[in-house]
C-alpha cells in the first residue's frame, strides 16, 4: 500500500494548490498538494512535517487530519489530507517536484479545470461552507 500526506494549507477563505510538475508520473501539469510518501517508520504527522520542509520550507503548527482519498487509478495509493491552519515560514518551491504554489478562494479551486483529482472539488465545497 502506498500512503502519501498532502496539506492544504488554509488561509483566510484561500488554499494554496501546488502546480505538479510536467515531467511527474502521476497527474503531470495539474494542481495539488504539497506533501508526498510515507517513509518506512514514520508516522503521518512526521510525513507531513518532513515533507513541507523539503517541498516548501514551512514548518507546520497547527494541523488536523480532515480526509482520506483513495486514488481513482491506483487501487495501491490512499492520500491522507491534513488541513494546516499556522505555519513557520513563507511557501516556496525547493525542489522540482512543482512548478508553481498558488493561493485560491476555495470557490475558484473547486472550479479549476486541471485539478489532480475529482474528489478535491467536494472537498474545497465542504471546506468553503466551514469556513476554514
Not at 27 to 50: I, K, N, V
Not at 56 to 75: G, H, K, L, S
Amino acid at each position: 500500500m502506498r500512503q502519501i500526506v498532502n496539506a492544504l494549507l488554509l488561509r483566510d477563505g484561500h488554499v494554496l494548490l501546488a502546480r505538479r510538475s510536467p515531467t511527474r508520473r502521476a497527474y503531470p501539469d495539474r494542481w495539488s498538494f504539497p506533501g508526498g510518501h510515507l517513509e518506512a517508520g514514520e508516522t503521518f504527522e512526521q510525513a507531513l512535517r518532513r515533507e513541507l520542509q523539503e517541498e516548501i520550507d514551512i514548518a507546520p503548527q497547527t494541523y488536523r487530519a480532515i480526509e482520506e482519498i483513495a486514488d481513482p487509478v491506483a487501487a495501491d495509493t490512499t492520500y491522507h489530507l491534513y488541513a494546516v491552519t499556522v505555519w513557520r515560514g513563507t511557501p516556496i518551491i525547493r525542489d522540482d517536484e512543482h512548478t508553481a504554489l498558488t493561493w485560491f478562494t476555495l470557490g475558484s479551486a473547486a472550479a479549476l479545470d486541471d485539478l489532480a483529482l475529482e474528489a478535491y472539488r467536494p472537498l474545497f465545497r465542504r471546506l468553503a461552507d466551514a469556513r476554514l
